[in-house]
């Protein structure tokens, strides 16, 4: 779709707002024909056929044009190998039906087109840069062959500019570091799969009724789920809610722990939060739940962040990896009652 074709799909969007407000139909006319059903300004699709567009970089132009109004992407099912970062306030991108994919391999210490190494957050395969945006029925996929080259490969990146960020019966794919969260982000009804620190960040989420899967990685000693690394001013950091910690076939008994503290670049303000709330867990959870991460301090020392130095609690966990120990610390009932979407995010979802 040329420019000219983009800016005229533009028009019959709002025109098409204008129509469902009580304007004419008749305003509609001469305008580019409508390039998707009444509940989607514009869809992508592989098919080719009218009305579409072929890529999600050509919606998100489009939405850009829109000017920040809510606009809404379907993506047909099929495989989009693109990368790309979400930079226009109030877009949702939602399947059109079971089978849409945005997949691309690109590790951390890789070369990226412009000849420097992708790095751990510029790895990701889909970055939301802006607020207010939704995901619904998508799957977001990090292929890098991780199991023949083990790296960092974020499938999906909330960066700090992405508050207020919805997250819906999506698929999360990759294996280490999967899913980055910098800005508060609701997150429901979705399967986030990896097998080291694969939630990880400063923001904060709330994490409801998902399946939490990690991967098997042969070999691997051990196994991480949550990474948070929240700053001590921040309440609350990564909150899983009625979550079922689930594992591929092939990862051990006791092999995964719930979490780690990560002190990024050594910021000692950085104590970390998660905790999970009414979550079954199978046995391949440690039964001491919680472990260290490395850091170098500011004076190039490296030392551990323990998990006692964290904050990190459960409540009403179940399953066999529901064990009782002092190094799982438990929260009590009136502390567990004051932990809801709002007081974690701040805004409803």
Same mark, same amino acid.
């Given at each position: ?27 509609? %006319?001469?305008? =580019?024909?409508? @390039?998707? !059903? &009444? ?11 009218? +009305? *579409? ?43 059109? %039906?079971?089978? =849409?994919?945005? @997949?691309? !391999? &690109? ?11 992708? +790095? *751990? ?229």
């Amino acid at each position: 779709m040329g420019e000219l074709a983009a800016d005229a799909h533009v028009r019959s969007v709002l025109g098409r707002r204008q129509v469902l407000a009580g304007a004419s139909a008749t305003a509609l %006319a001469g305008l =580019a024909a409508p @390039a998707a !059903a &009444a509940s989607h300004d514009v869809i992508v699709s592989t098919s080719g056929r009218r +009305g *579409t567009v072929p890529s999600l970089s050509e919606a998100l132009a489009i939405a850009a044009r829109a000017g920040g109004v809510p606009f809404t992407i379907g993506l047909d099912p099929g495989t989009y190998r693109e990368k790309l970062s979400v930079t226009v306030p109030n877009v949702t991108l939602a399947g059109t %039906a079971p089978g =849409a994919v945005i @997949a691309f !391999a &690109a590790g951390a210490a890789l070369p990226s087109p412009e000849g420097r190494n992708w +790095g *751990t957050s510029g790895s990701a395969v889909l970055t939301i840069a802006a607020p207010g945006v939704t995901l619904r029925n998508l799957t977001i996929c990090n292929d890098h062959p991780y199991l023949a080259q083990p790296m960092q490969a974020v499938a999906l990146a909330v960066a700090a500019a992405g508050e207020r960020t919805r997250i819906t019966g999506c698929r999360i794919e990759g294996y280490q570091d999967t899913l980055l969260i910098q800005a508060s982000t609701h997150v429901v009804d979705c399967r986030i799969s990896g097998c080291i620190d694969f939630i990880f960040g400063g923001g904060a989420a709330w994490i409801e009724r998902c399946e939490i899967v990690s991967r098997s990685v042969p070999n691997a000693p051990a196994g991480y789920i949550a990474a948070p690394s929240t700053h001590e001013r921040q309440r609350y950091g990564l909150v899983f809610d009625r979550c079922r910690l689930t594992r591929e076939t092939g990862v051990p008994d006791g092999s995964i722990f719930l979490g780690r503290p990560w002190r990024a670049g050594g910021n000692m303000a950085l104590t970390g939060q998660a905790s999970f709330l009414r979550c079954w867990m199978d046995a391949h959870i440690a039964p001491a739940g919680w472990t260290s991460m490395g850091y170098t301090d500011p004076a190039g020392v490296r030392r551990q962040l323990t998990p006692a130095e964290a904050r990190f609690s459960e409540y009403g966990s179940r399953g066999p990896g529901a064990v009782a120990a002092p190094s799982r610390p438990q929260l009590a009932a009136d502390a567990y009652a004051r932990m809801t979407p709002v007081s974690i995010l701040g805004w409803g979802p």
